[in-house]
């Protein structure tokens, strides 16, 4: 599932993200999210949340 509108994503979900510094290269990182930045219902290049270690990336791919 991709990671364009708010609405899917729930704090505890397993999601890939792309961080700020990986966007021209496109590697994702795994994590669980800790808080939802993106206060819009939906945003074209993902969701930004911030991972429970502390990164922040914009959501691609939620994980069941």
């Known amino acids: ?4 509108l708010r609405s ?3 704090i505890g979900a397993k999601v890939s993200v792309v961080l700020k510094e990986d966007q021209g290269g496109g590697a994702l990182t795994q994590g669980v999210v800790a808080r939802i930045l993106t206060n819009s219902a939906r945003h074209p ?4 949340v911030r991972l ?3 990164q922040v990336g914009r ?4 994980h069941d």
């Open 1 to 4: 599932m991709q990671g364009t």
């Open 8 to 10: 899917q994503i729930h």
């Open 45 to 48: 290049h993902g969701i930004k």
């Open 52 to 54: 429970e270690d502390g």
């Open 59 to 62: 959501v691609k791919v939620i």
